[in-house]
């Protein structure tokens, strides 16, 4: 099982993102994915979810700005992060997984500034 994110920057708050995850080594069609991150000094957070058949899941503190797809073709997971704000700096990972507890990647940098 391989997972690469990838697209994290830089942005000022009310900017847009678009972060990808590769998978790679599993069905990926077939497997509910998720997006998770982890602020400094803070707990890792589920912020959203995919099953593999469609119905998403979305926390409170990301509804209405993110959305979650998938390219099962080419086995991509993306993340689309519209008016960001400050408190959605983390680190963000995608997950085999629905929920927090499945393998991750190694993550992709989002910092907002003010």
């Known amino acids: 099982v391989q997972l690469v994110e990838s697209g994290g920057d830089l942005v000022q708050a009310g900017g847009s993102l678009r972060l990808s995850c590769t998978a790679s080594?599993?069905?990926?069609?077939?497997?509910?994915m998720s997006w998770l991150r982890q602020a400094p000094g803070k707990d890792l957070e589920w912020i959203s979810g995919?099953?593999?058949?469609?119905?998403?899941y979305y926390d409170s503190s990301v509804t209405g700005r993110f959305t979650i797809s998938r390219d099962n073709a080419n086995s991509i997971l993306y993340l689309q992060m519209n008016n960001l704000k400050p408190e959605d700096t983390a680190m963000y990972y995608c997950?085999?997984?629905?929920?927090?507890?499945?393998?991750r990647g190694p993550g992709t940098q989002v910092t907002v500034s003010s």
């Open positions: 997950a085999k997984s629905w929920g927090p507890f499945g393998v």
């Open positions: 080594g599993f069905s990926f069609s077939t497997q509910a």
């Open positions: 995919i099953t593999d058949y469609g119905p998403t």
